[in-house]
């Protein structure tokens, strides 16, 4: 067996000679063959263990081939841990279905070779990924089998398994039974001294739990704050900004106005010091509601504007993160292209130097040349890209602009017909006609036929073809709730909306369920989340 070992080390030694990053080498051992021979695959599995976030499908590969070299010999442990690599890289694709195969099968090895403590491993990547899909009844079935099989002196795992039991009940709502388990999984954590940022997310679970669910604000504060005095201790500021909005929510429901705005001021403090804009705009929409609640329309409107920023900022984030990944697929496009030159290269010095003297030339030749041709492009594509990004935000703040002046505009209208019902009450005789005429006046005005024309109009510059694609999908849907719909893309709230359409939030309420019934939706599936996909699919 020394033979594939040497082949092995000559593999690892050909990649470090070559590669100029740890995708060159990843890449020329994906390119290579797996020698059937048990240390080969123990360190190609290790291997990939390092790099599997990183580059999944390339990881996913040479897995794949280890698993085929194990299988060659009926090496069932390297199998089976193989099997998991697989799993682990279809998990950060996205791929369940294939995660969940690769994971059965990897169960069936580890139970055969009695290794139970690995299986439960298995059985929780199962659960994990039942969770990403949203099927929470087998998730819960999943992690169940999982905690029947984990070592009882696995203390970490099986809180773990204990704190995704809870997250799955109390989707399920199921609150009594995720208080059970999260619990579980304090008391645990607690005794052994578990890791104090998983600690931490326990305490932050329970205290959502005793808000939504048990009703204890006192309880719900207890947890909440002794999250904030671990995550401070660990320095955790995108936890900080998190719990503060939780704490501030819950000094609401206890009408501590005092404490919710200072919790709030907190939370945007650390969401601002961990760069986070998706929690900075949840701690600005806060802060703006609270003081819309305590009737400072110029604070709220000031936090408003700033949440709209945050959302802007966290927008490009995200497109950031998207240019960066194209050009990731790029490089690793190009570099898989530099592999099977340099292979061709290496074949042809067998046979001949002068044709690998000329063969070299000719790719570098031909390397360069592309590599102007794609830097030409993809500085194009970037200005392109630039002018999009930049007329979409300019579309973006005007659009949520106008929405606020719609708000405005109907709010200054409810308090002028208030006005005018307190002096009638004083009045008599033929003010009160008069002023029942500029109360008619007054609610005709609030017919928002014409602003919603208009809303209508900056809403498809933005999101072409948005009513025309729900309207041919669904067609049973009226033109009210097509104006919902394009609310609830917006992500506006209850009272945004009700002020926006002219009704209560109670009849906004049942407009969305009434929405939600004829878009074939269950009460598991979000409606917003719902629309912004089918924005998204219909873009693309």
């Known amino acids: 067996m020394k033979k594939p070992f040497f082949t092995f080390c000559a593999l690892i030694f050909s990649a470090y000679c070559h590669a100029q990053s740890e995708l060159d080498s990843l890449l020329l051992i994906a390119e290579s063959s797996v020698a059937a021979d048990t240390a080969v695959i123990n360190s190609l599995n290790d291997y990939t263990t390092k790099h599997y976030r990183s580059y999944p499908e390339i990881t996913k590969r040479i897995s794949e081939k280890v698993l085929a070299a194990a299988e060659k010999i009926g090496y069932k442990e390297g199998q089976a841990i193989a099997l998991r690599k697989i799993g682990a890289a279809n998990y950060v694709l996205g791929r369940s279905a294939e995660l ?3 994971q059965l099968k990897a ?3 580890f139970e055969e070779l009695g290794d139970s403590s690995r299986a439960a491993g298995s059985w929780n990547n199962i659960g994990l990924a039942y969770l990403q899909t949203g099927d929470f009844e087998k998730a819960g079935e999943t992690f169940s089998n999982a905690l029947k099989s984990v070592d009882p002196a696995d203390y970490g795992f099986t809180a773990v398994l204990y704190n995704n039991l809870g997250i799955v ?3 399920l709502d199921q609150p009594d039974s995720s208080l059970y388990y999260h619990s579980r999984a304090l008391e645990i954590r607690l005794e052994f001294n578990v890791s ?25 504060i207890e947890f909440t704050q002794k999250a904030i005095s671990i995550n401070h201790e660990i320095k955790n500021f995108v936890g900080l900004g998190g719990n503060y909005i939780n704490l501030g929510n819950m000094y609401e429901d206890r009408e501590s106005w005092s404490a919710a705005r200072e919790s709030y001021r907190k939370a945007i403090q650390y969401a601002d010091s961990s760069k986070n804009q998706s929690t900075l705009s949840a701690a600005y929409r806060s802060a703006a509601e609270l003081e819309e609640e305590l009737g400072n329309p110029i604070e709220a409107l000031k936090f408003f504007k700033q949440r709209h920023d945050a959302r802007i900022q966290a927008i490009e984030n995200r497109q950031e993160v998207e240019i960066k990944r194209l050009e990731n697929n790029y490089t690793v496009a190009q570099k898989e292209k530099e592999l099977a030159v340099l292979k061709t290269e290496q074949a042809e010095q067998e046979l001949v130097q002068l044709y690998l003297i000329t063969g070299i030339i000719i790719a570098v030749l031909t390397l360069f ?3 102007l041709i794609a830097r030409a492009r993809i500085k194009k594509a970037k200005e392109g890209q630039l002018k999009l990004e930049q007329e979409l935000e300019y579309k973006n703040k005007e659009l949520t602009s106008y929405a606020l002046n ?3 505009k109907n709010e200054l209208i409810e308090r002028f017909s208030d006005r005018i019902e307190e002096i009638k ?3 008599g005789g033929e003010l009160v006609f008069e002023l029942n005429k500029v109360r008619k006046l007054l609610d005709d005005s609030f017919r928002i036929d014409n602003e919603w024309e208009n809303f209508k109009m900056r809403f498809e510059e ?7 694609a729900i309207k041919s999908h669904y067609p049973e849907i009226g033109s009210a709730e097509l104006r919902l719909c394009a609310l609830l893309r917006l992500n506006m709230n209850l009272k945004e909306s009700s002020r926006i359409l002219g009704i209560s939030t109670d009849s906004v309420k049942t407009a969305r369920y009434r929405l939600r019934k004829k878009l074939g939706l269950t009460t598991d599936d979000n409606l917003v989340d719902f629309l912004i996909r089918f924005d998204q699919k219909m873009v693309a």
């Open 100 to 102: 969940i195969d690769s």
């Open 169 to 171: 009940h109390d989707r």
């Open 107 to 109: 169960i069936a090895l």
């Open 425 to 427: 009450k004083q009045a």
């Open 406 to 408: 719609f708000i405005q």
């Open 196 to 220: 104090k940022r998983r600690l931490q997310a326990t305490y932050t679970n329970l205290g959502s739990l005793y808000r939504t669910h048990v009703k204890n604000l006192d309880k719900a």
């Open 369 to 371: 040349v592309i590599i």
């Open 462 to 468: 933005v999101h072409k073809g948005f009513f025309t």
